[in-house]
């Protein structure tokens, strides 16, 4: 018993961990996601940084401007942001030297010409240009047309968000999808893809770091839309290598762990990797098992 229950309240804890943990209460659940937003803001300022590097300032403006909403103190991002700012619109690649690229055109600044171009944008389903066109004609001139031009802002922002997220875009097209939602709420579709968007984020934001979380954000988003990106082969992944940490500290509960990869997919790895901690789970167990002593049989007494 002073082996036995230890090792039952290991597995059940490892259980409780992986797939009610991050549900444990609301202080956790804040805690957890203000992590991931300080993660997401990282990983989209790094990815900025290269962008800008890589010559493609206006990808690295999305980014900064998506941190620029919910984070306009975080460190660095005024400075990269006005340097970003200054270059300007990116020079064509590969453009042949005899044929210079042709010079950004100013947006007009007559309502009326603004509202025909956004028209021929709309038409067009050029959602960018929607998305400036409309963003710029409600600033000059905000009664304008407000109603046409606040509903066609509203349906470039959600299909911009929308087709972002699906070209695995998330940072901005989440972004986009909750300036939409400001506007209107959105319909089914795009409400669906904004929350896995989020979920899948979250999820990725513990890779390495927490494994129970992890796998609890990859099992809602599984269980809800198991063909979101790679929801599946990430879910499997995260089971596998917890499984591998735990192997040299509790093999029951990584045995558990690889199966529940092997339910994903069958894979010879995985089905090895299985079996050698259902091996070492076996060992655990006879060793926490306690010998049994024989008794010696009595010796009969002889009769006088």
């Not at 970003?84 to 010409?113: K, N, S, W, Y």
């Not at 972004?175 to 896995?196: H, N, V």
């Not at 010998?291 to 009769?303: I, Q």
Request: proline share 7%.
């Amino acid at each position: 018993m002073s082996i036995g229950l230890p090792l039952a309240a290991v597995l059940l804890a490892a259980a409780l961990a992986g797939y009610g943990g991050y549900y444990a209460g609301t202080e956790n659940r804040q805690r957890a996601a203000a992590t991931e937003l300080a993660r997401d803001f990282a990983e989209q300022f790094g990815m900025a940084q290269r962008d800008f590097e890589g010559g493609q300032p206006l990808l690295a403006l999305q980014r900064l401007q998506y941190i620029e909403r919910y984070a306009p103190q975080y460190a660095g991002l005024a400075e990269l942001l006005a340097r970003v700012r200054a270059a300007g619109q990116p020079t064509a690649i590969a453009a042949p030297a005899t044929q210079p690229a042709a010079p950004a055109t100013a947006l007009p600044t007559d309502p009326a010409e603004l509202f025909a171009k956004l028209q021929a944008a709309y038409k067009a389903d050029d959602w960018p240009a929607v998305v400036q066109l409309a963003t710029a004609l409600h600033a000059s001139a905000p009664e304008y047309e407000s109603g046409t031009v606040g509903a066609q802002l509203f349906v470039g922002l959600r299909n911009r968000g929308t087709e972002a997220i699906e070209n695995r875009s998330l940072g901005p097209g989440i972004m986009w999808l909750e300036r939409a939602q400001e506007l209107a709420p959105l319909d089914s579709g795009a409400s669906a893809l904004l929350q896995w968007a989020k979920i899948y984020t979250l999820a990725n934001s513990w890779w390495g770091i927490n494994w129970p979380y992890a796998i609890g954000q990859y099992s809602e988003l599984y269980r809800a839309a198991p063909n979101f990106m790679d929801t599946r082969v990430r879910l499997r992944q995260a089971y596998a290598e917890y499984g591998a940490q735990l192997l040299s500290s509790d093999a029951c509960a990584a045995q558990l762990q690889f199966a529940a990869a092997l339910e994903l997919e069958a894979m010879p790895e995985l089905e090895a990797q299985r079996l050698a901690a259902e091996q070492a789970c076996a060992l655990l167990a006879a060793a926490a098992t306690p010998a049994v002593e024989e008794t010696p049989a009595a010796t009969p007494t002889p009769t006088p």
